[in-house]
C-alpha cells in the first residue's frame, strides 16, 4: 500500500505546483496589448542597457530604473535594449516583453 501512495503524493504535488504556477502568470488582453502598443508608439523613449537582468517575464528590473505610465493601463513600461517591457510597478516583475 504505501508503494501506491508516494507516486500518488508525487503526482498531486507536481499538478499542485503546475496550478499555482498557472495561477501566478499575469495575461495580458488583447485591447491592453494595442493600448501599450499605440501608446509607446506616439511616445517613444530611449532605450537602455541592463547587465546582468534577463529580459524574461518574471524577472525583477532594478529600482534605479525608470518606469513610464501608459494611462488606462494598470502596468508601467521600459524600453531595454530596444524591446518594451511591461513591469508590475509594486513588484518590479517584468509581465511581458513586446518584441
Known amino acids: 500500500m504505501k508503494i501506491h501512495l508516494v507516486p500518488a503524493a508525487a503526482g498531486l504535488a507536481l499538478l499542485t505546483g503546475v496550478g499555482a504556477a498557472t495561477a501566478d502568470q499575469v495575461i495580458i488582453t488583447p485591447e491592453q496589448q494595442t493600448v501599450v502598443r499605440q501608446y509607446v508608439e506616439r511616445h517613444p523613449l530611449a532605450s537602455i542597457s541592463l547587465l ?6 518574471g524577472s525583477t528590473l532594478p529600482d534605479t530604473v525608470e518606469l513610464h505610465e501608459v494611462p488606462d493601463v494598470e502596468y508601467r513600461y521600459v524600453v531595454v535594449d530596444d524591446r518594451t517591457v511591461l513591469v ?7 509581465v511581458q516583453v513586446i518584441d
Do not use: S
Open 88 to 94: 508590475d510597478p509594486g513588484t518590479r516583475r517584468i
Open 52 to 57: 546582468g537582468v534577463e529580459l524574461n517575464v
